[in-house]
């Protein structure tokens, strides 16, 4: 079908699908999807090409990352970014500010990351303090290093048929390859998502649209969600509300992703929106939280950085 983009068909695994999965469903229990495995599968893969265009032209691919204050969580998820560029070989920089300061100050930064040669990807690590205008920060962003995908452009052709955005956004193209992954028919499959975020359930759904799928999105205003989710083939939820989703959520065979994170200080742990063991007696495949689609997230991040260096350079693999 021509409205079916080569662009958003992810590789499925060579292995098979029980790879991916800690076990195979049956009747009783549902598999985990181990989103860490299909994380490092990706990353093995993006080191050699970063590899490859350092012999080749001896340039590596640049990311430029914007923290604004002090932030645990955002500080926590700046490391692992960090770190993961050092993986595959990715050269990384974080341009830090305080909490108080001016949106012209953050407009700076941005400015000098859209016009540093040896940056290919800008992201602005979210949220952003209260003061501070997130629109018109991710709209100064250069559409060609927007490898967070937020940019109006960037979202305004991934709803639109017909037309590509240089980038996806990560969670979004996180949760297509881990269905692609493991082997999960989405095209005719009914498709719910949770949440209408502008960096998770939005760009899901579209994403699921391209993909085929009938899709529906709940949210706060929706009366009765559990009657739409119950008859989910596929069902995302990203809203941070731990243990939203029950068993009387899930039809029987249902496959989750659970993007939501929350942590709970009683447990002294990251939470899902889904209620896990009740899911893994209903669902024939569930992602985890910690450890599904966040690690496969990050490599997304790390994908656009390098098609957008391959992009900058126009290079690719047979240059």
């Not at 590899?51 to 430029?64: A, D, E, R, T």
């Not at 830090?96 to 016009?115: Q, R, Y």
Request: charged share 20%; hydrophobic share 40%; net charge neutral.
């Amino acid at each position: 079908m021509r409205d079916r983009p080569d662009i958003w068909c992810t590789s499925p695994s060579t292995s098979g699908v029980s790879s991916h999965l800690t076990h195979d469903y049956n009747e009783h229990t549902a598999a985990e999807i181990n989103g860490r495995l299909i994380a490092n599968e990706i990353k093995a893969t993006l080191a050699t090409e970063v590899s490859n265009m350092k012999n080749s032209i001896n340039k590596v691919p640049g990311l430029g990352v914007i923290l604004v204050g002090k932030r645990k969580d955002s500080l926590t998820f700046v490391r692992i970014k960090k770190k993961a560029c050092e993986q595959v070989g990715i050269a990384s920089v974080v341009t830090e500010l305080p909490e108080d300061c001016t949106e012209s100050e953050v407009l700076d930064a941005v400015s000098m990351l859209n016009h540093n040669e040896s940056v290919h990807g800008i992201l602005v690590q979210l949220p952003l303090p209260n003061h501070l205008c997130e629109e018109k920060i991710i709209n100064a962003v250069k559409v060609e290093k927007d490898v967070d995908g937020f940019h109006p452009v960037n979202m305004g052709n991934l709803a639109m048929r017909g037309r590509e955005p240089l980038f996806i956004p990560c969670a979004s193209l996180g949760c297509i390859e881990v269905l692609n992954r493991c082997s999960v028919e989405i095209l005719g499959k009914k498709a719910v998502v949770i949440g209408r975020s502008m960096i998770t359930g939005l760009p899901t759904s579209l994403l699921l649209q391209r993909h085929h799928a009938t899709v529906s999105v709940v949210h706060s205003f929706t009366k009765n969600p559990e009657e739409i989710t119950c008859e989910a083939d596929i069902l995302v939820s990203d809203v941070g509300v731990p243990n939203l989703v029950r068993s009387h959520w899930l039809k029987p065979g249902v496959v989750v992703i659970d993007m939501g994170s929350t942590l709970v200080k009683e447990k002294k742990n990251s939470c899902g929106d889904v209620c896990y063991e009740e899911a893994m007696h209903k669902a024939s495949a569930i992602t985890p939280v910690p450890g599904g689609v966040g690690p496969v997230t990050i490599s997304m991040l790390l994908s656009n950085t390098l098609e957008a260096a391959k992009r900058a350079y126009q290079w690719t693999q047979k240059s």
